[in-house]
């Protein structure tokens, strides 16, 4: 069985014919032994594709500002309040830019820090979905 690598909510890139579409992953499914994820069109139809048929959305300063992060030379800032009641907590998240070097023209490299410890490391939209969910911050990512 092939590794789980998209989840539900996450945005990434199909190809149709020479036609690049974002499309929002909202489930999966094994047909004899192959996972074929679930995704859902900007007009709402809803296909089937396998891992070789998505394309990753690589994260980029543009989609950063687009979500709510402020730029601070090079570093990037979102602070969320996570819970909701009396007692306001904040979570807040630097993102610092570095150029990848082994695919330098490509994608850039984003290194989470939370409380100037790194957590993560990412390359596209669906990381950061990831880190998000995982931390149970309920955030919208737009491309």
Known sequence: MDKLEYIPR?????YVGIKKYIVEVIGT???NEALLYQIKFPNREIQYADKDNI???????EILEKNGWK???GQYSFTFKPYAGDKVEYIGFFIEMFKNVHDMLK?????ITHENK????CFYVHEIQHLLFGLGLKHEMEV
Do not use: A, K, M, W
């Open 71 to 73: 730029r601070n030379g």
């Open 107 to 111: 994608h850039r490299y984003f290194q």
């Open 29 to 31: 499914e094994n047909e």
């Open 55 to 61: 394309v990753p959305i690589p994260l980029t300063p």
């Open 10 to 14: 996450d945005l990434v890139s199909v």
């Open 118 to 121: 790194v957590i993560c490391g």
